[in-house]
Structure formats: C-alpha cells, structure tokens
C-alpha cells in the first residue's frame, strides 16, 4: 500500500507564504505523476498543480506565477511552494500521485492524501 501525507498547512496573512509537502511511504517502486487540488467549502475539487516525475509541471491560471511545484524523487516528498497568497486561495489542499507498485512496467494505481488545510486571512 501506499501512503500520502500532506503538511505544511495553515494560517497565514494575505500576501504571505506557506510550503506543502506531501511525502509518500509505503511499498511501491515509483511515483510519477503528482498532483496538488483544493476544495474550498461549498466548490468542487479542482486541480492547481502537477508534476510528472521528469519534472514538467503545468499549473491552474489563478495560481500561475504565485505556486511552484517541485519534487524530490530521492525522497518520494513533492512540494507546493505558494507565495502572494490570497484569501481565494484558502481551501484544504490534498496531493494525489500515482505508483508503480512491483516495478517499471505495469498499471499505475491512483492515490490520494488526507488533506492540509490553507486559511488566508484577509
């Protein structure tokens, strides 16, 4: 199985910064393709950033030139560094990713973690 954990999550002033990490456990031989969503009360989920394990990256308009997503594949850990946040972007954050679970080839399986909340005062 494999596990997804998100921190880094809190409240913060408008025009401020937070960092999300979201660090992968378990039994798995990769991780590829990670994504950051958020789900502010009452919206549906929508995704703000992704990640391939090569490093592309493509990101939602309303976060484009505020969040940048990285990661570190020694560490199964990717990260969503957001800066000039706004209280739009107040929400709870999860990671999703999917593994390879027994090696290079074969079907990915698509996990989720539990979620960090973001709270942007204004």
């Known amino acids: 199985q494999v596990q997804l954990v998100e921190s880094g999550g809190g409240l913060v002033q408008a025009g401020g910064s937070l960092r999300l990490s979201c660090a992968a456990s378990?039994?798995?031989?990769?991780?590829?393709?990670v994504g950051w969503h958020r789900q502010a009360p009452g919206k549906q989920r929508e995704l703000v950033a992704a990640?391939?394990?090569?490093?592309?990256?493509n990101y939602a308009d309303s976060v484009k030139g505020r969040f940048i997503i990285s990661r570190n594949n020694a560490r199964n850990t990717v990260y969503l560094q957001m800066d000039s946040l706004k209280p739009e972007d107040t929400a709870v954050y999860y990671c999703?990713?999917?593994?390879?679970?027994?090696?290079?080839?074969?079907?990915?399986?698509?996990?989720w973690g539990q979620g960090t909340q973001v709270t942007v005062s204004s």
């Open positions: 378990g039994s798995f031989f990769s991780i590829n393709d």
């Open positions: 990640i391939t394990r090569g490093g592309r990256t």
């Open positions: 999703n990713g999917r593994a390879l679970l027994r090696g290079p080839v074969g079907p990915e399986y698509d996990y």
